[in-house]
């Protein structure tokens, strides 16, 4: 399968900041040197009480740290659809319809509005809650139906993380690998020094080795030196 990611309008659906970079993050800056359009709709941004790098977890940080990445990749525009702490980590209370409607139609970076060549969404594979919530309405929003009433993005794929792995039912394997350069890598993991609240040391699945080892892996696993991985939700040909 070849992909002439020149000629695509990406739309990216992250949970949260910093998804979009550990799931397709070589990918984004791959494209976007080719001379695509990116667009990453994050789903919410709130309090986190994780242990990180930095003593910052607020909103208000989050935002900052959005604003350097996009700056740093060069996205052509990103938004947040339920900003703040009601849903933060419980997306999974939103209704499904509702979901799915911001994704489809209510959002200014929805599939109505942008009409994206490409999807890319959280795989439903996750442990976590939010980005199941995501990858299901996702797949609701772009549900077939008549292609001359609603826009329907001719390849919409689902990105690995490698926390995916956390689960009790073996993983599904990625059915594409999409080959990257060394830049590319390089562009990810300066993405991911940029979070700042989210980045933590080996051993973590958001670490820098952690990021450059499943590249080598799934390059390896393609015949190349480095690879993301992603399984095919649709593919129109």
Partial sequence: MTVTWSQQRILVLAPHPDDEILGCGGLIHKAKIAGAEVF????????????????????????????????????????????????????????????????????PLSIAELRPTVVIAPHRTSYNQDHQAVAEAAHTAMRPSNGRVRHHPALVLGYEEAADQWRYDPAPMPNLLVELAEENLESKLEALRLYATQIHEHPHTRSEQTLRSLAVLRGMQAGVALAEGYHIMRNLA
């Avoid at 309090?47 to 700056?71: F, G, L, M, W």
């Fill in 40 to 107: 990453v709709q994050f789903l919410t941004v709130g309090h986190t009480t994780d242990r990180s790098s930095s003593v910052s977890t607020t909103p208000e940080q989050r935002n900052v740290e959005i604003e350097r990445v996009a700056d740093h990749q060069k996205w052509d525009d990103w938004h947040i659809a339920f900003p703040g702490d009601e849903y933060h980590l419980r997306l999974d209370r939103i209704p499904r319809v509702e979901l799915a409607n911001m994704i489809e139609q209510r959002s």
